[in-house]
């Protein structure tokens, strides 16, 4: 609800076009209203906005309205409590984002996915873990050097010919599945790995090994075996017999007995989902007839991808084949080929908003913001030597680095060589950044460096964007203006009219002729499908022994489809069955109505009467809340001067 009234009374999101001479439209209690706010509300609730005097006039009223509210709000200061502060900058943060950010970086980047969504790459991979931070200090060694050091000497080894990429990842490779796979990570694309790993894929030859790439697992070299283009998606059916690679001789040839025999069955005509329900030693899915979830490229187990894509159409099954974990026998159910760049494109922004390589648009942004602020840096004449006092203090505990307070740590400014107090950034800032966000690893001071000064250009941002975009800026006050809205119309209306007993009970009074019943049937409706059931419940219900409960459970014995009664007292010109229809005390004989046959028993004709309050409760609040309403507005123009520059506003149809 409270969503809908703020887009109600919003501003519109393009471009908003300030004239040089922006006229006082109105004044409310002395405070000026410009005519540009009025036609941007205007523009964005009438999408063909007509000029002439009585849609003018119209809208104005409601204008009036709204500014009436928001200067009672601000009035009562309700623009002031936590709850609207906090709510308003959970608004601000978010409708913040679009402008802090690098716009041509991140179409870049949902071009790069798209690119890399289309076009699969395969590759093997060496993995050395990060030991840990604590047993690296200890060893005189920075956290990670001695694994890259590692993967460098493994690279060397491989590129002299003195040992194959596949043995060397089964010799060294720390990644679990090596020594199986020889490091062979088959197919993938776009985010299917770490982003660092995707990125040294998709830039490094065919055939070529990579540098050193540093993820969150440690480093890895890879060798890039092959590239193509993407398969697209595939869903599949399979029949599965266990038989792992470890199994047994004489399980597994039963398995392979077992497999060839369902083969044998299906070539006879037998029903795939039949045979898999029945047979299949996958359980999941043998649930649903073999299926599988949809799938791509990475997804599966080599082979088992490789004979599924090869199928050539739907409904065509492979041959039995065998894989590490069994025997299978896949039958392809759907295909989809890659999607258009216009159909992905919304998926792969929301994906790479969550993702690393995000952090590409906000380091490219980051340095926007320096060239636009004229950042000046001197980190180099202090930072070197805090970073040794400070790790030196990490020994005992407690780093003190109070002697760098008074240094300049970088300063920036709007204008250049207009450097104010507060746009020069002392180190004493950075060590309360730095105590603000400990580290629980090895320190890096650079890093940590590096990221203050993003978030101090960051919220410089921030404070600057309703000074460079008027549309943010019109944005915002839609915001405030309809959160204060909300809160104060719900005060002043939607609560009392629900809990207000006694206001409503004397408005229900006054009002009574509103809410009157017309011409009432208080019935049983009887239908039926099937002209036997309605026959027969005839019968019963002339029996004075049955009563419609006794019916239903008669009737329906055999399936609760056969016969449904629906009772009450309905208005007789608006109950579809009853209309058009002279009711009496009685039962009527059966009629069709929608291919239904239909017959009615009528306990009593009600003659039109005045509903009671509890009959229409719903109708009279809302009812009284538009009168709440009204009072309210007579009150607040009672309260607030108003004048209107009528001049200014017909001007807009001219």
Same mark, same amino acid.
């Given at each position: ?32 209203? #410009? ?56 608004? $601000? ?122 993820? $969150?697992?440690?480093? #890895? ?11 697209? $998606? ?31 069955? =299906? ?11 029945? #047979? ?24 088992? &991808? ?67 602020? #004229? ?112 809160? =104060? ?14 206001? =409503? ?33 005839? &019968? ?20 609760? =489809? ?93």
């Amino acid at each position: 609800m409270k969503k809908n009234m703020l887009l109600a009374v919003g501003l519109f999101l393009g471009a908003v076009s300030f004239a040089q001479k922006d006229p006082v439209l109105m004044t409310v209690d002395g405070k000026n209203v #410009h005519q540009s706010e009025f036609l941007n509300i205007y523009t964005k609730n009438n999408p063909d906005p007509k000029y002439d005097k009585a849609s003018l006039d119209e809208y104005m009223e409601l204008f009036v309205n709204f500014k009436l509210k928001v200067t009672e709000a601000e009035e009562l200061k309700m623009d002031t409590i936590s709850k609207f502060q906090n709510e308003l900058n959970g608004y $601000r943060e978010q409708l913040a984002r679009p402008y802090l950010t690098d716009k041509e970086m991140n179409d870049e980047l949902i071009k790069e996915a798209y690119y890399r969504k289309t076009n699969e790459v395969k590759a093997s991979h060496i993995l050395i873990q990060n030991v840990n931070a604590e047993v690296a200090v200890r060893q005189g060694a920075s956290f990670g050097e001695a694994e890259r050091k590692k993967v460098e000497e493994i690279k060397a080894d491989i590129e002299a010919g003195k040992i194959s990429f596949e043995d060397a990842a089964v010799k060294y490779s720390q990644d679990p599945s090596a020594k199986d796979n020889k490091g062979s990570l088959g197919y993938f694309s776009a985010f299917q790995m770490v982003y660092p790993f995707e990125e040294a894929a998709y830039t490094t030859k065919v055939g070529e090994i990579s540098n050193p790439i540093k993820t $969150r697992f440690g480093y #890895h070299i890879l060798k890039v075996h092959d590239k193509r283009p993407a398969r697209g $998606r595939i869903r599949v059916a399979h029949i599965y017999a266990k038989s792992p690679d470890n199994a047994k001789p004489e399980d597994a040839k039963k398995a392979k007995q077992k497999i060839e025999e369902l083969y044998e069955l =299906l070539k006879k005509g037998k029903d795939f989902a039949d045979l898999a329900k029945e #047979h299949s030693e996958d359980k999941t899915s043998a649930q649903k007839g073999g299926e599988l979830a949809w799938f791509t490229s990475g997804r599966m187990l080599p082979n088992f &991808e490789e004979a599924s894509f090869n199928l050539a159409k739907d409904g065509d099954y492979t041959k039995p084949i065998k894989t590490s974990y069994g025997w299978h026998i896949i039958k392809r159910l759907e295909y989809e080929d890659v999607r258009s760049f216009d159909k992905m494109e919304g998926e792969l922004k929301a994906k790479i908003a969550k993702d690393p390589r995000s952090n590409k648009s906000k380091a490219s942004f980051i340095e926007k913001l320096k060239d636009e602020y #004229h950042y000046k840096d001197y980190s180099k004449k202090w930072l070197a030597d805090y970073s040794k006092a400070y790790k030196a203090g990490m020994e005992s505990g407690t780093p003190d680095v109070s002697s760098f307070d008074g240094k300049k740590a970088f300063k920036y400014s709007v204008k250049k060589g207009c450097f104010k107090p507060k746009t020069v950034v002392k180190v004493a800032d950075f060590t309360k950044f730095m105590k603000a966000h400990p580290s629980q690893k090895e320190v890096d001071i650079k890093a940590k460096y590096n990221a203050f000064v993003s978030q101090e250009l960051m919220q410089f941002e921030r404070s600057r964007l309703e000074v460079k975009y008027p549309e943010y800026k019109a944005l915002m006050q839609e915001y405030e203006d309809g959160i204060l809205l909300f809160e =104060l119309t719900e005060q002043k209306v939607w609560k009392k009219a629900s809990k207000d007993t006694v206001g =409503l009970e004397a408005f229900y009074e006054k009002n009574k002729d509103r809410y009157q019943w017309k011409k009432r049937g208080d019935v049983e409706i009887y239908s039926a499908v099937k002209k036997d059931n309605i026959y027969k419940a005839l &019968e019963y219900v002339k029996d004075s022994n049955y009563n419609a409960n006794q019916v239903l459970k008669k009737i329906n014995a055999t399936s609760q =489809l056969n016969l449904s009664v629906e009772s009450g007292k309905f208005e007789i010109a608006k109950k579809e069955e009853l209309k058009g229809r002279t009711l009496t005390v009685g039962v009527t004989e059966p009629f069709v109505l929608n291919s239904k046959f239909v017959f009615i028993k009528t306990n009593e004709v009600l003659p039109p009467t005045t509903k009671k309050l509890d009959e229409t409760r719903g109708m009279a609040i809302s009812d009284y809340q538009t009168y709440l309403e009204k009072e309210w507005i007579k009150e607040l123009k009672a309260k607030y001067p108003i004048v209107i520059n009528e001049d200014v506003l017909y001007s807009l149809g001219k």
